[in-house]
C-alpha cells in the first residue's frame, strides 16, 4: 500500500518545537509534533471504497493488513510525521482560549489527481492538548461518524468525508451520560479526509494572543492553496471571510433542507471551507421541532437547537471576522460581509423552502406559505423527512373535502394522528387549499414537480435509533448492519423499495432510549 503523501502544512507553517505528547501550552505555532498511540489489535470493520480511490487507494489496499495499522496509527507511513494542530474557540458561547486536536491526529497530507487531501485520525491518543482527556474514541461515536460523514456527502450537504471505522481492540472508559457511571466500551478510529482541517479557531487563537505575524502566515496560507483566485493583502483577506462566510452559509441551508442538527456549533466545530466537521451529539429531527437539540449538554440552554442554527452561523462568523480585524486594519468591510450574510439568508431560505414545495421561484405570499406550513407542522408532532417526501404526491387536482381524506398522501408522517381534529385539522385545510391553488399557478407539471421535490427531500436519513441499532450490533460482532446502512444512505434520494422498512417513523422504543433522542458529547 502506497500513499502520495504530499506534506504541505508541517513544511510551510512554523511547528512547536517540543516533539512530545506532552499536555501543554503551545505559542507561536500552527501545529505540535505528535506520535500515535499503537493499538492491540486493529481490525477493520468497514472502509469507504470511493473514499479511499480519491487518495489514490484500491479495494486490494483496503483488504490489506496495511490498511488497518496505518489508519488505526498502529503504523506511521513512510515518508509521513504526524501531528496535532493548534487552535482555540468559543465553546457554547464563552471563550475557551487553547483547545487544539485532542484526540485528532493528522497522519500526512498526499496529492492525488491533482487534489490534495489532509488524513485525519480521531480517537489515536493523547495530543499536547488533550487536556485531561486521553485522546481516545470509542466504537459508539467513530460510527456514527463514518456512516454520518457519508451520509451527508451523498446528501449533497458540504462535509468530511470518512476513509474508514477500525476497532483497537482496546477498552476505553466512558461516562456516556455524564451521570457517574463510567463503563469501558471499545475503543475504535475514524480516518477523516478533507481539504485541510483549518478552523475558524485557527485563526481565534492566534489573534488572541497578539500572534499577529502568524496569524498572516496562516491566512496567506489558507489563501494561497484554498483560495489561490484571491490576491493576499487587506481586500484579500477581506475576500476570504466573504467565500467562507458564502460557504458557511450554503451549509447552513443544506443542514436546515434535510433536518440535520449539528449539536455543538463551536467556533473550533466550523471549518473555513463550509464543511461539516466535527460528528459529534448531532441528530435528524424526527418530529419537527425548531427548538430541538439532540445534546444532552445543551438540554437547558437549546443554544444549538435546529432553528437558531443560522443565527449561530452568523455569530460563529463574526467570531472569525474579530480574529481577521489585524490583518484588514479596519472592522467595517467583514462586518459589511456578514451584514451580507443577513440579507441572503432569507432569500435562499425562501428558495430552499420553494424547492421542497416543488415550486418555482418563490414568488410575493409565499413567505406566509412557509410560515404557517411551519407552524403546523409544529402543532403536532410530524416527521419532518416522510412528510416533505410524501407531499411530492400532491398535486393540481388533489381534492380538499370536507372529511379528513385529504391528508391521506402525508399521513404516515404523524406520530399522534388523534390530535388531527378541531382547530388543528381546519388549519391543516386551509393550509393544503392554499398550497393547491399556489401549484395550479406554478409551471412544472405534477409528474416533473414530484421528480424535483424527490430530488431535494430524501427519502432516507441517518436517523439517531438506526446508527443506534448499528452499533448494538458492531459492539456484539456484527457489523452487516453498517454496510446496510452505509449501501442504503449513498443513494438517499432514491425510492429503494428493497429497503422500505427505512423509510418509517422512529419506533417508540427509540423515544427516550439513550443514543436515539439525546446524546452526549462523550466519544
Not at 61 to 88: L, N, W
Not at 167 to 189: F, I
Not at 221 to 230: G, L, N
Not at 249 to 275: E, K, P, Y
Request: proline share 5%; glycine share 8%; charged share 20%.
Amino acid at each position: 500500500m502506497h500513499l502520495p503523501i504530499d506534506d504541505r502544512f508541517i513544511h510551510e507553517l512554523p511547528a512547536d518545537p517540543d516533539r512530545s505528547n506532552r499536555r501543554r501550552q503551545v505559542h507561536q505555532a500552527a501545529f505540535s509534533y505528535v506520535t500515535p498511540r499503537v493499538p492491540s489489535k486493529p481490525q477493520l470493520l468497514h472502509a469507504a471504497p470511493d473514499v479511499a480511490a480519491m487518495i489514490g487507494l484500491n479495494a486490494d489496499d483496503i483488504q490489506s493488513e496495511m490498511f488497518a495499522r496505518v489508519f488505526s496509527g498502529a503504523v506511521v507511513p513512510d515518508g509521513a510525521d504526524p501531528y496535532a494542530m493548534c487552535y482555540g474557540g468559543h465553546q457554547f458561547g464563552s471563550w475557551a482560549g487553547q483547545l487544539g486536536d485532542g484526540r485528532a491526529i493528522n497522519i500526512a497530507e498526499v496529492k492525488h489527481d491533482d487534489r490534495h487531501w489532509m488524513l485525519q485520525l480521531k480517537g489515536a491518543g493523547e495530543t499536547p492538548y488533550s487536556r485531561t482527556a486521553d485522546g481516545l474514541a470509542v466504537l459508539r461515536s467513530s460510527l456514527r461518524e463514518h456512516l454520518c460523514s457519508e451520509a451527508m456527502y451523498h446528501l449533497g450537504v458540504a462535509t468530511t468525508r470518512s476513509l474508514s471505522l477500525i476497532t483497537t481492540g482496546d477498552a476505553v472508559l466512558r461516562d456516556v451520560m455524564y451521570d457517574g457511571h463510567p463503563e469501558y466500551e471499545p475503543g475504535a478510529v475514524v480516518c477523516r479526509v478533507a481539504p485541510s482541517f483549518i478552523r475558524f479557531g485557527s485563526f481565534q487563537i492566534l489573534a488572541s494572543r497578539g500572534e499577529h505575524d502568524l496569524l498572516r502566515q496562516l491566512a496567506d496560507y489558507t489563501i494561497q492553496h484554498y483560495f489561490p483566485e484571491i490576491a493576499t493583502g487587506e481586500a484579500g483577506y477581506v475576500e476570504f471571510f466573504r467565500q467562507v462566510t458564502q460557504r458557511t452559509l450554503a451549509m447552513i441551508i443544506d443542514w436546515q433542507r434535510v433536518g440535520f442538527v449539528h449539536g455543538v456549533m463551536n467556533t473550533d466545530n466550523m471549518s473555513i471551507h463550509g464543511a461539516t466537521i466535527d460528528y459529534g451529539p448531532y441528530g435528524w429531527l424526527e418530529g419537527y421541532d425548531h427548538a430541538w437539540t439532540p445534546n444532552t449538554t445543551d438540554r437547558q440552554q437549546r443554544r444549538y437547537r435546529y432553528g437558531n442554527q443560522p443565527q449561530i452561523a452568523l455569530w460563529n462568523l463574526a467570531q472569525l471576522a474579530s480574529a481577521l480585524v489585524p490583518l484588514v486594519g479596519d472592522a467595517e468591510p467583514l462586518r459589511e460581509v456578514l451584514a451580507e450574510f443577513q440579507t441572503a439568508f432569507p432569500v435562499q431560505y425562501a428558495a430552499m423552502m420553494a424547492a421542497k414545495l416543488g415550486l418555482d421561484e418563490p414568488i410575493d405570499g409565499d413567505e406566509t406559505l412557509f410560515e404557517d406550513l411551519e407552524q403546523l407542522l409544529h402543532l403536532t408532532e410530524t416527521d419532518m423527512t416522510i412528510f416533505f417526501r410524501r407531499l411530492a404526491s400532491v398535486g393540481r387536482e388533489h381534492a380538499i373535502g370536507e372529511g379528513i381524506d385529504f391528508l391521506e398522501p402525508i399521513a404516515d408522517a404523524f406520530y399522534a394522528p388523534a390530535e388531527l381534529s378541531g382547530e388543528v385539522l381546519e388549519r391543516w385545510r386551509s393550509w393544503f387549499t392554499a398550497y393547491v391553488q399556489r401549484l395550479q399557478a406554478s409551471e412544472p407539471s405534477d409528474a416533473d414537480r414530484a421528480r424535483r421535490m424527490n430530488g431535494v427531500n430524501p427519502k432516507y436519513v441517518l436517523r439517531n435509533y438506526m446508527a443506534q441499532m448499528a452499533i448494538d450490533k458492531a459492539t456484539a460482532g456484527d457489523v452487516s448492519l453498517i454496510h446496510e446502512l452505509y449501501e442504503l444512505l449513498k443513494t438517499p434520494y432514491a425510492e429503494q423499495p428493497e429497503h422500505e422498512n427505512w423509510f418509517a417513523k422512529r419506533p417508540d422504543w427509540a423515544r427516550d432510549k439513550v443514543g436515539c433522542s439525546m446524546l452526549s458529547c462523550s466519544s
